[in-house]
């Protein structure tokens, strides 16, 4: 109901305002209205003091309850001093909390400044949205466990400084940021579980340590350059796979102490093991010093093929060239006592001299009658004399030549009956005590090299064939071979024994090949 005024008429006593019952009628009504409002029959509990709104029992609360839908609306600038705990909570103007303020629903912010506007924590348990600029002065703490998640939607408007330096992560060793998405990227290392993927060029200025497999380049168009120069070995992780360089881009010059390798093709040469081949068929292999330098071999050397001399082939003083029965061909005629020389330079030296013993008649044959008292004299050449018997062991051997221009002679029991020159023969039987030619001795029954580490060698012309005629031969000395590879010396169809195995050699030694085999020797019985 609206107010009640009492009338109380015009003057005193005359008459004309409400009678008193009726006067006080509306006294009550005005009062219960008043109760009703501050509480029904019973006193409120709500003081008003000038403009203060207080309760009158210690700590009771005041509510604001308005019916249904209304709201409660402070017009004016409002301070709370205490706890603020509404449903909604609507400010228009400018609003400051002294004490906690507390929101369990929805909270919408035009523009929130916390300074020291807030004397206390502010506590917010659901969510808050800022619809303005959010400005937090002083220490900001994000969360209180970890737990709590922080969603930025929005762009990050400045850097992000830490508060020491050194001391603080982005992320850890199991949450991890997916990408990190940066122009430059300033550190004192950096440490990666996963892969790292640099768009643009990448710089380090300090010391790098990678681990793990490493891949540079995606293609043979990219390229390495290294300025600085390699503190440790360049090992592969796979022997005898890689190649440094190819055979279209190769590297210019190599510098090294020592080379070590199974093999080493250097232009048109290859050097395996202890051998030096040419790389092409019939292409000579030349050892040219320069100035007066010379071709120094220190110890033996066997020559299997040719060996081409431009300048001068010189043998140390008390060194020996074996020619391993073989022959020296192409001599020049001697011009000096110690020049070698040919076998028709020797003949006809010999011819001219047994020329001059027998008259200016003769020719390149002893003719008959012609008397020999020694084979040589001291120069080492054919004499004759006034004597016509040539004395050995068996006796008296008369010498000379028949029709034919054959050297023949005859003893008191054998007769050799022609003799030539080489590729003769003889159809009977002549008896001595030995035969020496160049590197053979022949005594009794007994063959002997005369040169020391010369091979006996038979070679039947043609097909022909070695025949022994008996049921056993006899390897007098053992061998071991040094290993199924051999030694510099091992030759094909060697064959050794020794107390546990027959060895035979099946090709010529090439300090790589296996070339010797074995078969056990069983036991007796």
Same mark, same amino acid.
Request: with cysteine; charged share 15%; proline share 2%.
């Given at each position: ?292 330098? #010379? ?126 020159? #080489? ?27 005369? #040169? ?21 031969? #006899? ?51």
């Amino acid at each position: 109901m609206s107010k009640q005024t009492i009338n109380v008429g015009t003057n005193q006593d005359d008459g004309t305002g409400d009678s008193l019952r009726a006067a006080f009628v509306k006294v009550n009504d005005n009062f219960t209205e008043v109760y009703n409002e501050l509480g029904g029959v019973a006193l409120s509990n709500i003081s008003m003091s000038g403009s203060t709104i207080s309760t009158d029992t210690a700590n009771s609360g005041i509510i604001i309850d308005p019916n249904g839908t209304g709201t409660i609306t402070l017009t004016g600038a409002t301070t709370v001093t205490g706890g603020l705990t509404p449903d909604t909570l609507t400010v228009t103007g400018n609003g400051s909390v002294g004490g906690d303020f507390t929101v369990t629903g929805a909270a919408t912010f035009g523009s929130i400044t916390i300074g020291s506007t807030i004397a206390s924590d502010l506590d917010v348990t659901g969510a808050v949205t800022v619809g303005g600029t959010l400005n937090a002065n002083g220490s900001v703490n994000l969360g209180d466990t970890t737990g709590d998640t922080v969603t930025v939607t929005g762009r990050f408007d400045s850097s992000l400084v830490p508060s020491v330096t050194e001391t603080n992560d982005i992320g850890s060793l199991t949450l991890r940021w997916r990408d990190i998405f940066a122009q430059d990227i300033d550190g004192t290392s950096l440490t990666t579980s996963g892969d790292a993927t640099v768009g643009g060029n990448l710089a380090v200025t300090g010391n790098v340590t990678i681990g793990g497999n490493i891949t540079i380049g995606d293609a043979d168009t990219d390229s390495i350059n290294i300025s600085a120069e390699l503190a440790n070995d360049l090992i592969p992780n796979s022997d005898s796979l890689y190649n440094i360089g190819s055979s279209d881009k190769r590297y210019l010059t190599v510098f090294g102490d020592r080379f070590i390798g199974t093999s080493l093709e250097v232009g048109g040469l290859v050097i395996s093991g202890n051998t030096v081949t040419s790389l092409n068929t019939n292409s000579n292999i030349v050892l040219d010093p320069q100035g007066t330098a #010379r071709v120094q071999v220190d110890g033996p050397m066997t020559v299997a093929g040719q060996v081409t001399v431009t300048g001068t082939l010189q043998v140390s003083s008390s060194q020996t060239v074996d020619m391993g029965s073989n022959r020296i061909q192409s001599v020049a005629t001697p011009t000096s006592s110690t020049d070698a020389t040919t076998k028709g330079y020797v003949d006809g030296l010999a011819s001219n001299y047994a020329t001059a013993a027998q008259g200016a008649t003769a020719d390149s044959a002893l003719q008959p009658s012609a008397n020999i008292s020694t084979l040589t004299n001291d120069s080492g050449y054919i004499t004759a004399s006034s004597t016509d018997t040539l004395t050995n062991k068996s006796g008296n051997v008369s010498m000379f030549t028949n029709d034919s221009g054959y050297l023949t002679s005859y003893t008191e029991a054998d007769t050799l009956e022609t003799v030539t020159n #080489r590729g003769a023969t003889t159809v009977n039987t002549i008896t001595v005590g030995s035969v020496a030619v160049d590197g053979l001795t022949i005594t009794d029954n007994n063959i002997t090299g005369s #040169r020391s580490n010369d091979d006996i060698i038979l070679d039947p012309a043609g097909t022909g064939t070695v025949d022994i005629n008996a049921n056993r031969f #006899r390897v007098s000395n053992s061998k071991t071979p040094a290993s199924s590879v051999g030694a510099a010396g091992d030759q094909q169809g060697d064959i050794a024994w020794d107390a546990s195995y027959i060895y035979v050699c099946t090709a010529n030694y090439d300090s790589s090949s296996n070339i010797w085999k074995r078969v056990a020797i069983g036991e007796t019985w």
